[in-house]
């Protein structure tokens, strides 16, 4: 079992940033950590991910720029550094973990990721 934790969200102004943690515990490997975001009445979107094994990091169109990903080996912690915020990136976002190798299909695919946080607030005002 994975367990993340997650800290960070919370209110922030149009133009402003916001840092959100996840940490993971439970095991001692995983091979990748993503967030996802999903605002009301819409799908669960990607946001962004990390490998735990290359440290490539990857990104929505929509947040390249702006937010940016990063991992804390020593602390089994990964972060989304969010800058420049905008009204529409208010959603609530999740920090997920996979544990197995890609399955053929990409990072942003939300079946790639088997663990999920319990999601944390962001809200962006005009």
């Known amino acids: 079992q994975v367990q993340l934790v997650e800290s960070g969200g919370g209110l922030v102004q149009a133009g402003g940033g916001l840092r959100l943690s996840c940490a993971a515990s439970?095991?001692?490997?995983?091979?990748?950590m993503g967030w996802f975001r999903q605002a009301p009445g819409k799908e669960r979107e990607f946001v962004s991910a990390?490998?735990?094994?290359?440290?490539?990091?990857y990104y929505a169109d929509s947040v390249k720029g702006r937010f940016t990903i990063s991992r804390d080996n020593a602390k089994n912690t990964v972060y989304l550094q969010m800058n420049s915020l905008k009204p529409e990136d208010t959603a609530v976002y999740y920090c997920?973990?996979?544990?197995?190798?890609?399955?053929?299909?990409?990072?942003?695919?939300?079946?790639?990721?088997?663990?999920w946080g319990q999601g944390t607030q962001v809200t962006v005002s005009s």
């Open positions: 439970g095991r001692t490997f995983w091979y990748r």
């Open positions: 997920a973990a996979g544990v197995r190798p890609l399955r053929g299909v990409v990072y942003s695919d939300q079946r790639e990721y088997e663990f």
């Open positions: 990390i490998s735990w094994i290359s440290s490539i990091t």
